[in-house]
């Protein structure tokens, strides 16, 4: 059950944390921001920890040090206390708020110096938005998302995202927000004192990497220009130099990355992993897809293996995405370790929506089970062009079954 409020994450977490933090809200992007945040420390001698959400393929991997993430034996200790707590004082914190003191508990007991963090949803009524003096907050792309808990308007979403502003802390703004979004905010930030917005571009100096797509170009330029506000205002005996953006940059798991099924389906060519799961991050796949994949198709189709949280825009998201043609495998992801509440859509009604989205479609089949319909998809696209997407958690699924896999070969 979602239930946003500060008031239980307040009890839940002793106070004040002795390490400062870089806050990141968004639609999109943020997961990468703070990656890219993270790299550029990893060049500093400062102690970090990142936390984002949702995990990929364990409930711990969202929390790191230094870019490593943090083993189970520590997480489980860490969260054992929170837990306790929460059950003495009878706090009632929700699965999230329980993981957000987790990590923020471990942060403090590591000694780290600066904590990335991502909103998990939303921004002011967010369990993360705790964190009350951050060296600066951030801002990403906004888009129609959880408009349930946030508003149906990009104006009300950007309000509740720009909810993590605090005064005298810089803010860092996605230049390429939609205008209503860019208003609401600068209106925002108008209420809070002392509040001053930026809204980065990377130096000419910089070269960047060959093939990133533009988005991700604004989301360095976002994580390049926070992290540059955020290192004079640390409280450190020494000036600490803005690190060089590194020749190699981060790749991030579930979004554009390729990922063999060789040991599990027997298909050569690798599959392409994404969690677009709104039209904003459709848009962007899809750009990526037409660019890269669609020319190694004879006739230009895709093979796709979809799974979507419930509640989502199903139409937006499937007509960005699908080209007439095109195969659709729909299924649906599993239970989600740690968010009870989070459910995907039935296979059908995925299958049915896709149909009478696109039409033209060359051949739509429907299987709830994820293993067997990754397989049917293998074998429906052959070695063309296959993209996995819709849901982080399908990606998550996909990597843990391939995991699972190559133990087993291993062992054996």
Known sequence: MIELGLNRISLLLPRPLPWRAIHIAGTNGKGSICSYISSLLSNTPIRHGRFTSPHLIDRWDCISINNTPIPYTAFREAESRVLHRNEVERIGASEFEVLTATAFEFFSGEGIE?????????????????????????IAKIGLDHQAFLGDTLNAIAIEKAGIMKPGVPCVVDPTNDPDALSAIKEAAAKVEGVTLHYPTLPPKFTIPSGMPEHQVTNLATAYIALSLAL??????EP?????????????????????????????????????????????????VSTH??????DGSVTWLLAVTQGKDLPGLLSVLLQPGDRLVATAFGPVDGMP??????AEELAQIAEETVRGLAEVRAMDEMRAALEVACAVGREGPLVTAGSLYLVGDVLRVMRDVEGKRKEG
Do not use: C, Y
Request: charged share 10%; hydrophobic share 40%.
């Open 293 to 298: 994949l669609r020319p190694l198709s004879p």
């Open 232 to 237: 004079p205002r640390l409280d450190s005996p």
């Open 114 to 138: 600066v904590g990335v963090v991502e909103v998990g949803m939303g921004g002011r009524l967010d369990a993360t938005n705790i964190l009350t003096n951050p060296l600066v907050t951030v």
């Open 240 to 288: 600490i130099s803005l690190p060089a953006i590194p020749a190699q940059l981060p790749t991030f798991p579930g979004r554009l990355s390729s990922q063999s099924l060789t040991t599990l389906t027997g298909r050569k060519a690798s599959v392409l992993l994404d969690g677009a799961h709104n039209p904003q991050s459709a848009a962007a796949l899809s750009s990526h």
């Open 341 to 346: 509440w989070v459910q995907a859509t039935k």
